[in-house]
């Protein structure tokens, strides 16, 4: 198996789990919270879709993240800066991400559209490439990439079991 396609199989794994915790949900079943403190489905999947937008536009050098050059940001009209990617939230913020599903599924799914293009001609000797000094050692892409990954594979598995408390709860 080649780089490209084992990142593309890990991604598109990424993507299944967020669709299957977010699909046929209300708004208010993606903002249920199991207890006061807790993530909801909305925050978990607009969170590690806004970290996947920021770290492959930075690693891959791109023109901007999809959150802000094509609209997203406007269209889920959270009280964040545009900057904001839930990173170090508060409880109070993590509650005003309220979104309905289309929307979340709409803005992961052109996240992730624009990831694969990025990975598809990935060699070895790219994945070597440092993207970030800021970190000892510094991290390189291929590092970037399978941080990327764990986050939001951990994520979409949090978010599914929101949605299995959600559900039990009726």
């Known amino acids: 198996m080649r780089s490209p ?3 593309a199989d890990a991604f598109g794994r990424v993507q299944e789990a967020v669709h299957e915790a977010v699909e046929g949900l209300s708004e208010e079943e993606l903002a249920h919270r199991p207890d006061p403190d807790a993530n909801s489905i909305a925050w978990l999947v607009w969170h590690l879709t806004r970290i ?3 770290h492959i536009t930075d690693a891959f050098g791109l023109d901007g993240q999809l959150w802000t050059r094509d ?3 406007d269209r889920f009209a959270l009280p ?4 904001a990617t839930g ?3 508060t409880s109070a913020q993590v509650a005003k991400v309220r979104a309905p599903a289309d ?3 709409d803005y992961h799914d052109a996240v992730h559209a624009r990831t694969l293009e990025q990975v598809k001609d990935v060699t070895n000797a790219d994945l070597e490439r440092v993207v970030d000094t800021s970190w ?4 390189t892409l291929g590092v970037r990439l399978i941080s990327v990954i764990a986050d939001d594979l951990q ?3 949090q978010a599914a079991y929101v949605r299995g408390l959600a559900e039990r709860r009726g």
């Open 136 to 139: 000892n050692p510094p991290v």
């Open 52 to 54: 996947q937008d920021d």
């Open 80 to 83: 964040f800066g545009p900057g």
């Open 155 to 157: 994520h979409a598995g």
């Open 71 to 73: 609209g997203w940001a």
């Open 87 to 89: 990173f170090g939230h």
């Open 103 to 105: 929307l979340l599924l």
């Open 5 to 7: 396609d084992l990142l």
